[in-house]
């Protein structure tokens, strides 16, 4: 008999990207989500008693028990997490924790966003008061807005700092698109692309082109994480959460202190410290990508290489599923589709599908321990994770 | 030109905006910590204190980082495509972000010297910075 594994991951469900979800709405896209991931561990909404989701369109606040209400579950546990692209792994250590404390058996975690090609997509509530945030008083009217330009500034200074990096940013999309070639889910799935046709596309803020950048989406993902008894009777291998780390250091790029050593190392430190897991152990790297460049700072500070070296790093590394370095084998959400905070749980669905040996015609070869990293906002919000499986 | 997505000051960075009317740069000095803040606060973010003046920044800096916006990033800035968004360092310290004019952005590069000056628009002034001659 196995020894009672860590609170774990024991079920999940992801809905495919796509560019309009059309009449959909948050809690649509939640319940069939829901549903799909309880019966994937084998469980039914009756048997959930905890609930992370996010910031919604739905209800400018109280979203929890909004949710809570639509899909008729009574809670002993639930919040809402705000942490951007993060806020899908910040999900997981909340729910362990939770479940250690007591506090729930079986948390569910619910991403959901719609998205129209009208151009309404999720922006989380709004509030009379957020003229008077800083970010709106000194940094909108310079045009200091969107993500793009806040990460192109990024990859100026990083560049400035250790040189090109345009070859290996492409190097990175065009691996990420080999992957999703297996992931029929992916939004660029079947359409493969190359080198040349990513430093050829056209340039949005110096130095990031367009196939550096993520494609908005609209779409839905969940886990389950339950207690760890329970998570040896669930119908598929169990994925505990072996360690976690977050850190936020910043809101406007302009106020992080650093451009190019991020709050990345702190978050993946401390994932990796409490797994007691080494990163030569890491089988599978899920890395959140907003943008290529994104991908370089993470393998650095999140410790796979030393600072200054990713681009070496991924010129001697194949990253596909069957390489020497399987990164973002679901095709990163470069080539998946990014559905807001649905997009950043998406590599947490891909790491427990490889890990549970579901990973189908991408599946990497004698995978022990995934790491996944979430990050929100321009380099704002980080928080990492290190998974593994119990092998029956 | 056009103008800029209008700031909304609230009592606590109304003096910054005066003193951008008036041409001047100014940021907060720390009585506790002697830190330089920017942008205003009621507190230092260093020590805690609320002892916090207004001080003459130099209006000199440095180029931190910076990007070129091929597209607009606002209604109101349409008109400006392309435009430097960038991040300046201020001699003092602390880090804001402004923009570069009066030099084609293919000339720029991070680490050079930068001035301010000031871009009015009907109700309010906005610091701006020129590469230093
Ligand atoms: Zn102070």
Redesign the pocket.
């Known amino acids: 008999m196995s020894a009672v594994p860590p609170p774990s991951i024991v079920g999940v469900a992801e809905r495919a990207p796509v560019r309009d979800t059309g009449d959909e709405t948050d809690l649509t896209l939640s319940a069939s989500i829901a549903v799909e991931a309880l019966a994937d561990a084998g469980l039914g909404l009756s048997d959930v008693d905890g609930l992370l989701t996010h910031p919604m369109d739905v209800a400018s606040r109280l979203v929890p028990s909004t949710l809570g209400e639509y899909l008729g579950m009574r809670l002993g546990y639930a919040d809402s997490v705000d942490l951007g692209g993060a806020t899908a792994v910040g999900m997981l250590w909340r729910a362990a924790a939770a479940i250690r404390a007591g506090m729930c058996s079986v948390c569910l975690c619910l991403t959901a966003v719609p998205r129209t090609t009208a151009g309404t997509t999720h922006t989380g509530p709004t509030r009379r008061t957020a003229d008077l945030s800083p970010w709106r008083e000194f940094d909108v009217p310079y045009g200091n807005i969107g993500a793009t330009e806040g990460y192109a500034m990024i990859a100026m200074r990083y560049e400035h700092e250790f040189g090109d990096t345009a070859r290996a940013r492409a190097e990175i999309a065009v691996a990420q698109r080999a992957n999703a070639a297996h992931q029929p889910k992916a939004y660029f799935s079947g359409r493969p692309l190359d080198v040349d046709e990513v430093l050829a596309s056209e340039l949005i803020a110096d130095p990031l082109r367009k196939l550096d950048c993520v494609l908005p989406t609209g779409g839905a993902a969940a886990v389950v994480v339950v207690r760890g008894d329970l998570a040896l009777r669930a119908p598929r291998p169990a994925v505990p959460i072996l360690g976690a780390g977050e850190a936020v250091t910043h809101k406007t790029i302009t106020y992080a202190p650093s451009l190019t050593d991020t709050a990345i190392k702190d978050s993946a430190d401390r994932a990796f410290a409490a797994a007691g897991v080494a990163r030569s152990a890491i089988g599978l790297a899920s890395l959140y990508d907003c943008y290529t460049s994104t991908v370089l700072l993470t393998l650095e500070d999140a410790g796979f290489c030393a600072k200054g070296e990713a681009a070496a790093f991924v010129g001697d590394h194949d990253l596909t599923w069957r390489g020497s370095f399987p990164l973002n084998t679901h095709g990163g959400q470069l080539s998946f589709g990014q559905s807001d905070v649905a997009g950043g749980m998406s590599h947490v669905t891909e790491a427990v599908l490889q890990l549970q040996d579901r990973g189908e015609g991408r599946q990497v070869r004698d995978l022990r321990y995934a790491f996944v990293h979430g990050n929100g906002g321009i380099m704002s919000e980080q928080a990492s994770v290190v998974l593994g499986v119990v092998v029956s | 030109m056009t103008g800029r997505p209008t700031p909304h000051p609230s009592p606590v960075t109304r003096p910054f905006w005066a003193a951008c009317a008036r041409h001047e740069l100014t940021i907060q000095r ?1 009585g ?2 002697s ?1 330089a803040v920017f942008y205003p606060r009621p507190v ?1 973010p ?2 805690g ?1 609320s002892r916090l003046d207004w001080v003459a920044a130099t209006g000199r800096g440095t180029l931190y980082s910076y990007t070129v916006a091929r597209r607009a990033t606002h209604r109101r800035l349409a008109d400006r495509v392309p435009y430097v968004i960038a991040i300046v360092e201020l001699d003092e310290g602390p880090r804001l972000t402004s923009t570069v004019i009066g030099t084609d952005p293919a000339d720029l590069a991070i680490g050079v010297r930068l001035q301010v000056d000031f871009e009015d628009d009907e109700t309010v002034s906005f610091p701006v910075f020129r590469v230093a001659s």
């Open positions: 720390c506790g910590c830190s230092c260093v020590c204190s």
